[in-house]
């Protein structure tokens, strides 16, 4: 069984749409992470929570502790916002991040 | 703003060789990792580095590979004898606590 699972695997939607990319995870962390990954390969963080929710331009990103589980969401959607959106999770205990498969967005103009 | 920086960014390798993949952490970051992303799939850790030693390694990092923090800014992953399957994107990433910051990455291929 994988210790972060993300949904959908892909998602295309028009520009504007509201985006909702879904993950959760099995085991006891430290914090979550939301990555962006480009086309050219390159990983940017984009947010970092262990409780909440954080806000950064129009990228929003919550957790819930007791359901183990986040949620990355984009307001008015951009074909700029293509790319794919990984989660990771800290374990307790370590310093190692573990990844989820990635959720590969595409937003059509 | 500060940022990981890492070389080559495109390394193709005959199999059986050896290569070294290096890295320049932010420069007041204490703990250093290695990933690794074969072509469609996840990201896997390989090992996290701090005060001079390996903190944790996965089943991945077996004798072939080994971490090096040379001299004060370098970080660099060896691979003695590379084999078809370590054909993948390889990130380095550094932190000073949870928060951590990823290089470009340095494709490798193996022929």
């Known amino acids: 069984k994988n210790e972060v699972e993300q949904s959908p695997q892909n998602l295309t939607a028009q520009e504007g749409e509201f985006i909702t990319i879904n993950c959760s995870y099995s085991?006891?962390?430290?914090?979550l992470h939301w990555l962006q990954q480009h086309p050219g390969g390159g990983i940017v963080s984009l947010f970092m929570?262990?409780?909440g929710k954080k806000k950064h331009g129009r990228l929003i990103a919550t957790i819930n502790i007791q359901e183990k589980h986040s949620s990355l969401h984009i307001t008015a959607s951009h074909p700029r916002d293509s790319a794919v959106y990984i989660c990771?999770?800290?374990?307790?205990?370590?310093?190692?991040?573990?990844f989820g498969q990635g959720t590969r967005l595409t937003i059509n103009p | 703003e500060p940022e990981v920086t890492q070389t080559p960014s495109h390394q193709v390798t005959q199999m059986g060789q050896e290569v070294i993949l290096r890295c320049v952490p932010i420069?007041?970051?204490?703990?250093f990792y290695w990933y690794r992303q074969i072509l469609g799939q996840k990201v896997e850790f390989l090992v996290s580095?701090?005060?001079?030693?390996?903190?944790?390694k996965s089943e991945i990092f077996d004798d072939q590979f080994s971490v090096e923090r040379p001299d004060g800014s370098n970080f660099t992953l060896k691979i003695r004898s590379t084999k078809l399957e370590d054909s993948a994107m390889y990130f380095c990433?550094?932190?000073?606590?949870?928060?951590?910051?990823f290089g470009p990455g340095t494709r490798l291929t193996v022929t």
């Open positions: 990771a999770v800290g374990l307790w205990g370590a310093q190692k991040l573990v």
């Open positions: 420069s007041n970051h204490l703990y």
């Open positions: 085991v006891g962390i430290s914090a």
């Open positions: 580095f701090y005060n001079n030693e390996i903190s944790e």
């Open positions: 929570l262990s409780s």
């Open positions: 990433a550094s932190s000073e606590g949870n928060e951590q910051y």
